[in-house]
C-alpha cells in the first residue's frame, strides 16, 4: 500500500501563488507516476499535472500550462504543485494520486482545500 499525505492549501486572493505538497510513504518502490487532479463542487474531478518519479517528465492539463508547475523530490518521494496567477475558478479540492504497476493512478489522498477569493 501507498499513503499518500497534501498539504499546503488554504485560502488566498486571486493572483496569488500557493504551492502543495504531497508526500507518499509506505511501499513507493512501485510508484512510476505521480499526479495533481482537483474537483470543484458540482463538477466531475479533472486531471491537472502528472511527472514521473524516475524521468521527471511532466505533463499538465492544456488549460493549466503556464501557470501551473509541478515538481518532484524522487529520494523523498514528494510531489509539487506551484500554482500562480490563481483564479477564482481554480477552487477546488486538489488531490495527490499515484500510479504504480499496470493500473494508474490507484493511490488517492485525502485532499486539499483551494479556495481561491475574487
Known amino acids: 500500500q501507498v499513503q499518500l499525505v497534501e498539504s499546503g492549501g488554504g485560502l488566498v486572493q486571486a493572483g496569488d501563488s500557493l504551492t502543495l505538497s504531497c508526500a507518499a510513504s509506505?511501499?513507493?518502490?512501485?510508484?512510476?507516476?505521480m499526479g495533481w487532479f482537483r474537483q470543484a463542487p458540482g463538477k466531475e474531478r479533472e486531471f491537472v499535472a502528472a511527472?514521473?518519479?524516475?524521468?521527471?517528465?511532466?505533463r499538465y492539463r492544456v488549460s493549466m500550462r503556464g501557470r501551473f508547475t509541478i515538481s518532484r523530490d524522487s529520494a523523498k518521494k514528494t510531489v509539487f504543485l506551484q500554482m500562480n496567477s490563481l483564479k477564482p475558478e481554480d477552487t477546488a479540492v486538489y488531490y495527490c494520486?499515484?500510479?504504480?504497476?499496470?493500473?494508474?493512478?490507484?493511490?488517492w489522498g485525502q485532499g486539499t482545500q483551494v479556495t481561491v477569493s475574487s
Open positions: 509506505g511501499r513507493t518502490e512501485s510508484v512510476y507516476e
Open positions: 511527472i514521473t518519479m524516475s524521468g521527471g517528465y511532466a
Open positions: 494520486a499515484a500510479a504504480s504497476g499496470n493500473s494508474g493512478f490507484n493511490y
